[in-house]
């Protein structure tokens, strides 16, 4: 299996490594992170193709990272000799039944005697010629001559690559799309090809054929075809028919298609088809290693049938690398958070494998919690229920006059059990998290020895009520406001409450008083602890 992709130059990819687990891998990150761009070079080098063509009839000037074209560019104004860029990506294998020992070299960036396979998109030098004339007048040239260009595959030994030459099978399931070949899904058809033994291939081949040469024997075409005979006039002197081709690129894997329920394949629900062709690339089994990209696993998918495929995941994966792109908390919890691998937008990768399985086990028990939310916000902000959460809130737009998601802070409404698993996650990325919480009247029972494993930890921010007998956010708000509290009282709608009566009405109504302060157009003053937990 892979352990290792590093990418040089490839769309937004300049200089990148990246290390595999051997079974699973979920990659998260925002949008245009470069997620998709990952599973199509990993693709990319098992098969030669790119949009399920070869590589060489789909080359273009935007393969290239833009950076590397504009420094070529740059440099080529005073410098003829100025050095083309050059598209690179390898993947590094484990090799622990020396299946791929054919594969071993030092033919790569690394240096590093591994089996590998790389391909690249470099200039060919039988075009010096021709590229000398090109770069005569640099004004005209506004990008890379990718005409000049050559793809080379080749394995870290040095030799050359066919699909056959790799013994890894990679199948690509992007669900966002739906791509089609003379009718039909290509997906489809290279799991279905994939699936098949080569003799029940070449039956299906034969059958094929026998079917296209019979069909001119049907006594209807050889009616229609004497018709046309009789009325062809002077247009030629030759028979003329109507058949079938029986060329090489009408073969069956190019008309044949799958039906269920008597429905070709392409006319069932889009869910559905994702499911069958993930299920399929997930059940097929060879004798090679199969490495299975999907990207959005998680599109057209209700959660009752995702949960169905994600158990077939977990449990159809021996002899199978899983390479999954997603933007779903749930996808992520119920396969292993641990096995998250995080890509920032500045190229950058954080992996989860050092996650306490206490941890680990709990968002698969319990998949629920929103952890991309976590993984993916600017700053965390940990709070015990909806009302701290709504006051929270409110007093960070009175302070920056934004609500806190607005400037990527994003506050977490979860018991206080669960702290210590967010915790270890944003311990993970090296994330500051805020915890806001309760003094529940015993500071030294319910703050610190509660806490007391973070009490080194600078990451972990504590902010609490310091008077032990302003147990909760309600007597703290109650307090900040004194000793006029009628504003406080007409927003919660009780202006003539005693300050007594107040105090009981929101302990006995929390959400509500806070939805209240949340939504009102006046303002209160807020508690010193809940500002400090705000301020950045």
């Not at 998260?28 to 790119?50: F, H, M, P, R, Y």
């Not at 990718?146 to 990679?170: H, M, Q």
């Not at 279905?192 to 029940?200: I, K, R, V, Y």
């Amino acid at each position: 299996m892979i352990n290792k992709l590093k990418i040089n130059n490839y769309k937004s990819f300049q200089e990148f490594e990246l290390d595999l687990n051997s079974d699973l891998n979920i990659i998260i990150g925002d949008n245009e992170a470069g997620k998709s761009t990952l599973l199509e070079a990993i693709n990319l080098v098992l098969t030669g193709q790119l949009n399920n063509r070869l590589l060489q009839n789909e080359l273009s000037p935007y393969l290239f990272n833009i950076n590397s074209v504009r420094t070529y560019l740059q440099q080529l104004i005073t410098n003829a000799q100025a050095e083309l860029p050059r598209i690179s990506i390898e993947l590094y294998f484990n090799n622990p039944n020396n299946i791929y020992s054919e594969l071993k070299g030092t033919n790569n960036l690394l240096r590093i005697d591994t089996p590998g396979v790389s391909i690249s998109i470099e200039f060919d030098s039988t075009y010096h010629t021709e590229y000398e004339a090109y770069i005569q007048d640099v004004s005209t040239i506004k990008t890379l001559p990718i005409e000049y260009y050559k793809v080379v595959w080749r394995s870290f030994a040095g030799n050359s690559l066919t699909s056959r030459s790799i013994p890894a099978r990679s199948t690509l399931i992007d669900t966002s799309t739906s791509k089609y070949q003379n009718g039909t899904d290509i997906y489809l058809h290279k799991i279905l090809n994939d699936s098949l033994e080569p003799s029940q291939r070449t039956e299906l081949a034969v059958h094929y054929r026998k079917l296209k040469e019979t069909f001119s024997e049907n006594q209807s075409i050889a009616t229609i075809n004497e018709s046309l005979n009789e009325k062809k006039g002077n247009i030629t002197d030759k028979n003329l028919n109507v058949s079938v081709d029986i060329s090489s690129k009408t073969n069956w894997d190019k008309i044949i298609t799958a039906y269920l329920d008597e429905v070709p394949f392409d006319y069932i629900g889009k869910g559905e088809q994702n499911a069958i062709k993930m299920k399929l690339a997930l059940e097929s089994n060879t004798d090679l290693e199969a490495v299975v990209l999907i990207e959005e696993p998680e599109n057209h998918l209700s959660l009752s049938n995702l949960n169905k495929l994600l158990n077939i995941i977990k449990t159809k994966n021996e002899n199978k690398q899983l390479i999954i792109t997603t933007h779903s908390s749930f996808i992520l919890n119920k396969l292993d958070i641990g096995r998250m691998i995080l890509l920032s937008s500045e190229k950058e990768t954080t992996s989860f494998n050092d996650l306490e399985d206490e941890t680990r086990e709990f968002f698969m028990r319990l998949p629920g919690y929103d952890t991309l939310r976590i993984v993916l916000s600017r700053k965390v902000i940990l709070v015990e229920g909806p009302s701290e959460d709504l006051i929270v809130q409110r007093a960070y737009k009175d302070l920056y006059g934004k609500l806190p998601l607005e400037n990527g802070v994003d506050i977490f409404c979860i018991d206080g059990l669960s702290f210590k698993r967010f915790i270890e996650i944003s311990a993970n990325l090296q994330k500051e998290i805020t915890i806001i919480t309760d003094n529940d009247g015993d500071i030294e029972q319910n703050i610190h020895k509660k806490y007391e494993e973070y009490s080194s930890n600078d990451l972990v921010k504590l902010h609490y009520g310091l008077d032990e007998n302003l147990k909760t956010l309600e007597l703290n708000i109650v307090d900040a406001n004194k000793p006029n509290l009628s504003i406080l009282k007409e927003i919660l709608g009780h202006p003539d409450y005693t300050d007594d009566r107040l105090i009981t009405y929101m302990l006995n109504n929390k959400t509500r008083c806070a939805l209240k302060i949340f939504e009102s157009d006046k303002t209160i003053q807020m508690p010193r602890y809940i500002l400090n937990a705000i301020e950045e």
